[in-house]
């Protein structure tokens, strides 16, 4: 049974640093591609990292960019972000996600991805 848990989020202040982990069993990180979405209150889970398996490509949203950094551990089998600068509008539930196969088209995107963790939520506020 495939499962991701989500740990780190937390209440911060502005301009302060987070690291939120994501631990999978049931799968190998190395053979899926893996990602970071975000959903705020009232809004629409959104693409903030995704790690494609093929060639350990990163990419982000340019709202997260130059700020957010993605990296995968395959020996811990964990995926990770490490975020940077934190700002009030990046409080949200932070998700970790996981797809088998999909075309580079579609990494950006909620239906790309098989299986979800339950979040972890991060409050960015003074």
């Known amino acids: 049974q495939v499962q991701l848990v989500e740990t780190g989020g937390g209440l911060v ?3 302060s640093s987070l690291k939120l982990s994501c631990a999978a069993s049931g799968l190998t990180t190395n053979n899926y ?3 970071w979405f975000r959903q705020a209150p009232g809004k ?10 093929n060639n350990n490509r990163l990419y982000y949203a340019d709202s997260v960019k130059d700020r957010f950094t993605c990296s ?9 972000l490490q975020m ?15 797809a088998p196969s999909a075309i580079l088209s579609t990494l ?14 991060v409050t960015v506020s003074s």
């Open 13 to 15: 202040q502005p301009g």
């Open 33 to 35: 591609h893996l990602a």
């Open 44 to 53: 629409e889970r959104e693409f903030v990292a995704a790690f494609r398996k």
């Open 72 to 80: 995968r551990d395959a020996a811990k089998n964990t995926l990770s």
């Open 84 to 98: 940077n600068s934190l700002q009030p509008e990046d409080t949200a539930v932070y998700y970790c996600a996981a």
């Open 108 to 121: 950006r995107t909620r239906s790309a991805y098989h299986y979800w963790g339950q979040g972890t939520q």
